[in-house]
């Protein structure tokens, strides 16, 4: 019953029961005990008690499901229950500590850790480490966590790493990135904050970005975001197009915008619109977004509205204005009315 409120799972091991159960018994309880004590004790446990099946039975695996490696065991229902309102917040003896830690199943070890940590009766700390290694991130990051704030950077760097594996965590990957900042491996730190940025993380991006302008590598960084544009839906358009713009490299800005757009990149597409009004393309542009338009693109037809607004071509505008109000844009129900107003006064003055 302590195993499985310390955080076990249904099936407990053979190897943990039998480490434990000495905890449990006196001097002169273990004393009198022979050799085979504990298999009597399993067998007892094990019968049928008022037609429900045994306070503690072994488990056997169907055909078809994977067997234990060593024998498992279930505790009845009805002890599950009773745990509850008897165990909760009783001292356990250290043996079942230590049986937990060398024998407890890996997917197992960080319960037992956090409850080692609420209830002060052991070295947490082990368990969330074994867990780690076992592939366990959460438990990886909460070691992490620890041992960074316990001044332990080093073994707080590894559980990081090991947190951020596979992408599991990507918040301990900046995490290990800011300690090897912190431990003057700067290139190292750099490379995380990459994989971070790659990984989703906004902030990592203008971390490498800052870091990179500070070395003074601005061209390499615009081709960093260039690429990480192409890669990822992060909103870094904007930081992209200044970092192209400022070290000269926007020649095919508009161009490669109107790629991203193609491919479906948030943001793109208006961004590329823009560009081309600002360079007098304002026909070019409506040539190009009508096609996406028809085709549905998402916020096609409200560009080519505001386009032709701006443009001075009202009636095309309003013709647009309406299939945009009519797919849900309230911007363009407000430029209906502003221009339903606007040609009442040109009537009025004509």
């Not at 008022?50 to 505790?75: E, N, S, V, W």
């Not at 797919?327 to 363009?332: D, I, M, N, Q, T």
Request: glycine share 8%; aromatic share 8%; charged share 20%.
């Amino acid at each position: 019953m302590d195993a499985r409120l310390l955080g076990n799972g249904l099936a407990l091991p053979h190897p943990l029961l039998e480490t434990a159960a000495p905890g449990y018994l006196t001097d002169q309880e273990w004393d009198q005990s022979n050799d085979d004590w504990f298999e009597e004790a399993l067998a007892y446990t094990a019968q049928p008690c008022h037609g429900a099946r045994g306070a503690l039975t072994r488990i056997k695996p169907r055909p078809g499901q994977a067997a234990f490696d060593t024998p498992h065991y279930r505790l009845a229902d009805y002890l599950e229950q009773h745990r509850r309102g008897t165990r909760y917040g009783r001292n356990v003896p250290m043996a079942l500590w230590e049986a937990a830690f060398r024998h407890a199943r890996p997917e197992d070890l960080f319960a037992f850790g956090r409850s080692a940590r609420t209830m002060h009766d052991t070295d947490h700390l082990r368990f969330l480490l074994k867990a780690a290694q076992a592939g366990d991130h959460a438990a990886a990051w909460e070691a992490a966590e620890t041992l960074n704030n316990s001044g332990q950077l080093a073994e707080a760097l590894t559980m990081y790493q090991l947190a951020a594996d596979n992408g599991a965590f990507v918040t301990a990957r900046r995490k290990a990135a800011g300690l090897l900042h912190q431990l003057g491996r700067v290139d190292d730190a750099l490379e995380e904050y990459r994989a971070a940025a790659a990984q989703g993380h906004l902030l990592s991006v203008y971390t490498v970005v800052d870091v990179m302008l500070g070395q003074g590598q601005s061209a390499a960084a615009a081709v960093w975001i260039k690429q990480l544009a192409e890669q990822t839906d992060l909103d870094i358009l904007d930081t992209a197009i200044a970092l192209l713009t400022q070290t000269g490299q926007d020649t095919d800005l508009t161009q490669w915008l109107r790629r991203l757009a193609d491919l479906g990149r948030p943001g793109a597409l208006g961004r590329a619109a823009g560009l081309m009004l600002k360079a007098g393309q304002a026909d070019e542009a409506v040539a190009w977004l009508t096609p996406l338009a028809n085709d549905g693109y998402l916020g096609a037809e409200l560009l080519v509205a505001e386009i032709l607004d701006e443009s001075g071509r009202l009636d095309e505008a309003a013709t647009w204005y309406q299939r945009a109000a009519q797919s849900g844009y309230p911007s363009a129900r407000s430029a209906l009315i502003r221009l339903s107003a606007g040609q009442a006064v040109a009537d009025e003055a004509r």
